[in-house]
């Protein structure tokens, strides 16, 4: 039985799956969320969203999430573009104030220079995959950040806490090295993806040493324990979870 009292809410980002089957078998956005979840005992929902839509869209189907929660008080937790959907959802979708706080992971809460570039034509996309996800790409842009943030405010009944994520250059997976640089000449220390800068919102934990794949539990290099890699996504979800809890 779960905890009558809290209920989890997990919101996957742009371009996420909240499970994926492949041959038979499960893998998860939030690697091993769910063990941990049932380790605290409380109702876990992880919704799918839409891929190709901006956070308005997003919350909109997110919020059947809300209205199917048993639990008295909800906690919401975004990675990436969920934390922004995570804040709409606090600030439009909760009339009867369940929502007790916000936990958003690797979120561009001001937005990333990457979704500005691609929109610019400046990051060789292919002009078709940026329209295809073109308001999406807008919603995460820095362009697009401050009347976000203006539009979307923090509601004074709930608390909002951060993670934000960050390796050198030199340790980031080649999947993410090039990037890393371009984010780290606008805007310093990134996982890939966000800023530091960027993913700083409320009250923010320690920086953790990771990039933006292992926020959510999948490394894309090899493990190396000299550089602390692969992030521990499980400790995470026990930080977070026990932070919702407070």
């Known amino acids: 039985m779960s905890n009558p009292e809290f209920g989890f809410i997990f919101l996957h980002g742009f371009l996420g ?34 891929g190709r839509t901006g956070v ?18 909800i906690v919401l937790v975004g990675n990436s573009m969920g934390g922004l959907v995570a804040r709409t959802l606090a600030y439009e979708f909760d009339p009867a104030h369940r929502i007790k706080s916000v936990i958003t992971i690797a979120t561009p809460h001001r937005g990333s220079p990457l979704a ?7 990051n060789g996309m292919p ?9 999406a790409v807008h919603d995460l842009s820095v362009f697009n950040a401050d009347a976000f943030n203006m539009a979307t ?21 080649m999947l993410l090295k090039s990037r890393a640089k371009e984010i780290y000449e606008i805007e310093g220390l990134n996982d890939g993806l ?53």
């Open 17 to 50: 799956r909240a499970e994926t089957r492949i041959a038979g078998r499960t893998f998860e956005y939030f690697r091993g969320l769910r063990a941990i979840a049932e380790e605290f005992n409380i109702e876990l929902a992880v919704p799918q969203m839409p």
């Open 56 to 73: 308005a869209d997003r919350a909109d189907v997110a919020s059947q999430a809300i209205a199917q929660m048993q639990a008295s008080k």
């Open 116 to 122: 500005d570039l691609a929109l610019e034509g400046k």
């Open 127 to 135: 002009e078709f995959i940026v329209d295809l996800f073109k308001d």
């Open 153 to 173: 405010p923090n509601r004074a009944d709930v608390d909002y806490y951060s993670w934000a994520f960050a390796r050198d250059v030199d340790e980031m997976s």
């Open 194 to 246: 966000v800023s530091v800068k960027s993913a700083t919102w409320g009250t923010c934990a320690p920086i953790q040493r990771g990039d933006h794949l292992e926020s959510i539990g999948w490394s894309p290099a090899r493990s190396n324990s000299k550089i602390a890699r692969p992030y521990d996504q499980v400790d995470l979800w026990r930080q977070v979870i026990r932070t919702g809890l407070e």
